[in-house]
């Protein structure tokens, strides 16, 4: 029928994410994995680098270069520098191939974000090239790259923790039943580790190295830790308080010289993050570089993952209380299933160690990380391409009770 839209080989699936930006291309699976980074030269506004590229600058830039990261907190922050960074990601993804001139678009957004937010992704990706452009709500592009049964009449729940915001919702027959949205998710607990160590340490680092050293030691439940009990944990993150004021640390000034003049960067060399093995009760510990706030010099700190728990716990306990939100608000029927088949965590926050174990425990329900959870949106996103006759009533889908927090 005429009326009846169809998806050919030259669509495209977009991730677009605060942290990273995924495309996914008809038959060919995802052919793009790159940070969500515009570097611009401030004087005359032209665009440097996209990316990969761009993200390697942060922190690095001379006065008149200025790293931009066009979403924040999972939507749209900088229109134009979003527009120009999707024209480039579509251009970069096309090459020399004619039939992605102008191709169909199906674009992830978060599921709590306003009208005036969505049509703003619309524009950017239309305006960057995008012939027609269809939204699907990040939790259920996830829970569909998951391969949860998100048509059938069972209750499943999906937690997508991104760079900026944390997606929890319960899904069934190919709608959101219930969902809440927190800007709270890695950049904040990136954010979390750069405070804790200018607080603790007076030493500052930069959101790059912060990020670095949660891959590294970053923990959200202790070491061989399995749920038995919410009480166990509580007791045992307080052991690591306080291990985490008395423990060992290796303070050295690397350099001196005179000071005055601009200040270091504290991300102005290489290798800012190196392992140094682990504690006897096999806690990692690592080396951080930054510039010391009291004497304005570099210097060398180390850090353990007892430390780092303790700085990321209120971001943690953000994410716990978002999923409880949901829990209490979901009907009955649904919650019986989720308590038969758990809890699905996708995005980069669920590789955070410990997380699905401290979930567990605070929900007495089983906890899985998805197979590939930092694609799960993006393959989502593209099984929307791929299908789009049978997945086409979960695109735009409006949810039947949302929270949402703001600020």
Known sequence: MAHRKSFSGRDLGIDLGTANTLVYVR????????????????????VISVGTDAKSTIGRTPSHVVAVRPLRDGVIADFDMAERML???IRKVAGNRRRFSRPRVVVCVPAGITSVERRAVVEAATTAGARQVYLIDEPMAAAIGAGLPVSEPVGSMIVDIG?????????????????????????AIDAAIANYVKREHTLVIGERTAEEVKMAI????????????????????EEDLGAAADGPMDDASDAAGPRGGR????????GLVTAVGSTPEGEQR???????????????LELETAQIRHAINDPVEMIIDAVRQTLDSCPPEPAGDIMDHGIVLTGGGALL????ARLSSAFDIPVIVADSPLDCVAVGTGKCVENYEALRTVMDATPNSYLAYKG
């Open 286 to 300: 690592c080396r951080i570089r930054g510039r010391d706030q009291v004497s304005g010099l570099p210097k060398t």
């Open 27 to 46: 038959g060919e699976g995802i052919v793009l994995n790159e940070p969500s980074v515009v570097a611009v030269n401030a004087v005359g506004g032209e």
């Open 353 to 356: 160690p410990g997380l699905d």
């Open 87 to 89: 024209a480039h990601f």
């Open 263 to 270: 200040e270091a960067d504290p991300e102005s060399s290489v």
């Open 163 to 187: 760079g900026g915001t944390t997606e929890v919702a319960v899904i069934s027959l190919g709608g959101i039943v219930t969902a809440r949205s927190v800007r709270t998710a890695g950049d």
């Open 218 to 237: 970053g923990s959200a439940a202790p070491a061989g830790y399995w749920p038995d009990g919410l009480g166990l944990l509580d007791r045992e993150l």
